[in-house]
Nanobody
């Protein structure tokens, strides 16, 4: 199983980025995909999630209206478009795959991609 994030970097406030998470080794279309982030000294937090078929999306209040999660099940890839970047968006961004069963869940993490927002 592999989840490989890309697209991070150094961006000025107000700028935009699109993060990608390319996956392999599991049946992508069966999994709910999420993006988390972890800033220095803080806990990892969920910022966006998308259902397995891409029908339902959810966002943290702090990013609603600026972040857009999407997925391409044909390419086994999930994306996170970030607009109007703020310094407080600086963090390592991780993608997560999760499938739940009646009595268990199965999940995987990527290695993360750094996003730094600074002038």
């Amino acid at each position: 199983v592999q989840l490989v994030e890309s697209g991070g970097g150094l961006v000025q406030p107000g700028g935009s980025l699109r993060l990608s998470c390319a996956t392999s080794g599991f049946t992508f279309s069966y999994y709910r995909m999420s993006w988390y982030r972890q800033a220095p000294g803080k806990e990892r937090e969920l910022v966006a999630a998308i259902s397995s078929a891409g029908v339902t999306t959810d966002y943290a209040d702090s990013v609603e209206g600026r972040f857009t999660i999407s997925r391409d099940n044909a390419k086994n890839t999930v994306y996170l478009k970030i607009d109007s970047l703020k310094p407080e968006d600086t963090a390592v961004y991780y993608c997560n795959a999760l499938r739940t069963y009646p009595f268990k869940s199965e999940g995987y993490w990527g290695q993360g991609t750094q996003v730094t927002v600074s002038s």
